[in-house]
Structure formats: C-alpha cells, structure tokens
C-alpha cells in the first residue's frame, strides 16, 4: 500500500499469524521491504499489504489463500445455482469513527429491482451519534445476459488479458483507479471504474457501481464489491463483474462457467447498490470529517 493509503493495524503476533509464519520469516520479509511502524517496542503492518502478501505466496495454508478458497468455492459448481432466486438476511452496521454528536445517517441502501430482486422489511436508520444499522430481507436472482456488443467484449477480453494482480485495496484508494492500474493491481471497484470508463470512451452508457457480495464469512473478509453496469447494443442493461471474473480465474482452472457468467449475466450473489463506484456507502451528517464504517452482515435467510 502506498503510504498515503496505508494504515499500520497488526501487530507482528497478527502478521505470523495472517502469513502462518515464524519471527525470522518476518525478519525476512521487512529486509525485503515490507513496511512496518513501530509502536511501543512492536512492530505494525497493513492488513491490506499482509492479506496481498498470504494470497500470493504460494504457501496455500496463508489466512487468505484459504478464506479465498472457501469464499470461491462456489465458483467451480454448476453455475445454474447461482441464477435461482435467493432471500437474504440483510444487515448493515455503521459507525462513525470520531462522531460529533447525533445526526441523520445517508445509507446507499440496497437496489436490486431492476435486476430482477427485490426488498422487503427495510428498516432505515434512525438519527443517532456514532452507531447505526439498516436491516432488509433481499431476494437476488440471476439470468443469463452475456455481453454481445463486439465492442464490448473485446474492451472486456483486453482488460482480463492485460495482466493485472487482483489485491485488496482500501476502497478510498480503489477511487483512484489509475493509480492503482499503474501500480499493475486491481480490484473490484477499481476495474469497475477503469472498465466503465472505456465502455464510455467507445460510445456506450457505463457506470460503476457499488455494492455487496454475500457469503463473505459472517464479516471475516471484508471484500469491497463493485461492478459495471452497461447498456448493451440489444437494450438490455448488464453487469460486467470483471475483477471477479479475475480472481476466480487465478483461485481456480474450473471457474470457467462462473467467469464467462460475471460477462454480462446477474448472478444472485451480488446485491448492487445506488452508490456509484467511487462514492462512499454511507455518510453522518455529524459534521465528523472521518469517513463512516459500513460492515454488512449477509446470511441465508432460513
Ligand atoms: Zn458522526
């Protein structure tokens, strides 16, 4: 993580235990390069940087080669499952880190209708200091919609081919997707950004957008979701989930059926938002110039 971007949370015992290491391994890491602060004797790491370390090691017993794993395990069944209807129990907290007292809260709620889902039970949250929450019972389903446009499957078949590393980045620095591509990374909200973009500069309508992506491990893995929302040259809007496409790509050789889904098609582990990709999921209007915390919790409704 550049360093404008870097946020030094986890203690040397977290970073062993992150990467399944021993002392002299982080040894070897920080002689490497890796940054650290030291706090109180210790030393401090960025999670982002620890997480993108673990995925990419090769190890496969890291915290985040196996979260990943078990996150895409649903990548290599039968995709049909992924295009029935789905009803989820849908929970937001958020909190206002430094709260300046009690205020109305923004939340970019849910917005799924025009993809076939729809909301019930919403409880919106109430004016309050520091902590919120906003509830809903979801219901996504999917449908086959695969890009046809030439043009734009080939801006999309470019981008998967052109190399990037899917890392998780903090979604203030995904906002500056140019950045981040000219680091040769990507991510969701930052390919969504970059990949509307080139559907626009090539005449189509575009537009990234926020939202969640269920089954995240009750909140283990905080995964920023976005994806690309185009109207394609037969009318019909679809979503371009590329950095999905790419990552399930680099999990595993069997994820074909859902990577060719994440070209166009809805699938109903994606709840899209009305938040545009690069603006935030929630605000207080407490006056606070700390940006809000905004942790989902999205479990099967049974
Ligand atoms: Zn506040």
């Known amino acids: 993580m550049p360093a404008e971007y870097s946020s030094k949370t986890q203690s040397e015992t977290a970073a062993q235990e992150i990467l399944r290491c021993d002392p002299v391994d982080i040894d070897t890491l920080v002689g490497a390069g890796l940054p650290f602060e030291y706090r109180s004797g210790v030393r401090y790491f960025d999670l982002n940087d620890l997480y993108n370390l673990g995925m990419y090691s090769g190890r496969s017993n890291t ?35 430094e709260c300046d007292g009690s205020a109305p809260w923004r939340f970019e709620a849910p917005d799924i ?16 200091a520091r902590t919120a929450e906003y509830t809903a019972t979801v219901t996504t389903t999917g449908a086959r919609s695969p890009l046809v446009a030439p043009a734009l499957r080939q801006l999309t078949q470019d981008y998967l081919e052109a190399g990037y590393r899917w890392q998780m980045i903090p979604p203030a620095m995904q906002a500056d997707y140019e950045l981040v591509h000219r680091l040769g990374a990507t991510s969701c909200i930052a390919a969504s950004l970059f990949l509307a973009e080139r559907f626009r500069a090539a005449g189509y309508r575009a537009e990234a957008k926020r939202g969640w992506f269920c089954g995240v491990l009750g909140g283990a893995l905080d995964l920023p979701h976005a994806c690309v929302e185009v109207e394609d040259e037969d009318g019909v809007y679809k979503t371009v989930d590329i950095a999905k496409a790419q990552l399930a790509a680099r999990l595993s050789q069997d994820t074909r059926d859902f990577q ?17 990709g690069d603006a935030p999921l929630a605000h207080h209007d407490c006056g606070s110039a700390l940006p809000v915390h905004v942790r989902a919790d999205i479990q099967v409704k049974r």
């Open 63 to 97: 915290q985040p080669e196996l979260a990943f794993r078990m996150l895409f395990r649903f990548a290599s069944r039968p995709v049909e499952r992924l295009l029935s209807e789905q009803t989820w129990d849908f929970r937001v907290l958020l909190e206002c880190p």
């Open 113 to 128: 209708d025009r993809f076939g889902g729809r909301l019930a039970d919403v409880t919106e949250p109430r004016p309050s």
């Open 260 to 276: 060719e889904l994440c070209i166009g098609s809805v699938y109903n582990k994606a709840i899209p938002s009305t938040a545009p």
